[in-house]
């Protein structure tokens, strides 16, 4: 068994160890010391006015009262359309774009590669690299909104690999710099 | 739990009655405990600590941000709660160590003859990672153990996404290496 697949076996131990580490039992009685501690709370105008304008709520009309509601409604969106000329305009939606990232790995030394970023939540399981045989790169692609998204790859589960073609980075404060994928428009680049 | 019903019962207690939070204690005393149990030694000061940990959420319950999962929120007061109690008796919650060579503290290291007695199983790396610096243990257990999103572990933690990503790598690799110098000595 070579040396990264004993590193990819002892990785995949620790993270199910520690997802099966046992917890220990609050003491009994714990729910009700703490409920017998809490005073119910007095609400200010503020809190319930904020509550309100957050909180879901439910509106009823009955047919009559709906009637003139849904002909005005129908009559301003007729209006709106007559002045668009007809035509829907789909500036409002952000315009994404396919971009490509590939890390480069000649001899596949790498068990898992992922793409780890500020456009996935750093959560490695939705952005998974494929090996291309022909290449010998890990590759994906995936559509993203225009703006600068930092990312990392995440080789085997646990090791952080800045790109190595992307020309700018960001210091993420810990002494480790992220990638930057730069998207404008309709054509992605990296800067 | 899911965050709508979250916010459903806080809307309730934010408006009198806080009879809902219990669901809200019932659903994460146990986290809660055991992060405490991690921090201090005796189960009574864990006990006395996870319960001001939630009374301290109901009090601040008004800076909640409706919408959001409560876990990350709560979990980021109750360390903050175990990070006073720690002040308070002379010891320092966070252990700074930034090299993965020089992370493992001496008295984190098991020693020489315990390690050739252990296996390396379970009980070993679940006494190790215990005896963590809590800034990597308890990133490695909200991201393994309760599947937080790193977004979710940063708020969490009141650090950056980076850092908080940062602080799982480095957790992975303190253990790897703690686990290596185990075999080496076997």
Redesign the interface.
Known sequence: MSGNEDEHMLDAAIKYEIRSMSDQRPPDGFLNRVMDKLEPKRPTVWVRLKLWLTGPRSMTFSPIQAIPVVTCALALLALGLMNMNYSISDEAEPQLSTVRFVLSDKSMSAHTVSVIGSFNSWKAERSVMWYNDVEKTWILEATLPPGDHEYMFLVNGDKLVADPLAPMTRDDGFGNKNSIMFVNGSNEQSL | MDETYESEII?K???????P??VL??EY???V??LM?RSVKG?DVA?DL??EA??RA?AR??TFK??RRFFPWLYSLAMNVARDHMRSVGRDFHVFM?NPSVMTRDVDRLDEQQAMEDRLD?DT??RF?QSMAPKYREA??LR??HDL???EIANALDI???????RI?RG??M??LQ?KEVSNVR
């Open positions: 809307q207690v934010l408006l009198g009655d806080p009879q939070f219990e204690v019932r005393q146990g986290p405990y055991n149990l189960s006990a996870a319960q939630f009374i109901y319950l008004e409706v919408g930034d379970g790396l679940f990672v490695l257990i393994y153990k999103t790193m977004q950056t996404v980076s850092g908080a990503k940062m790598s992975l690799e253990i790897r686990f």
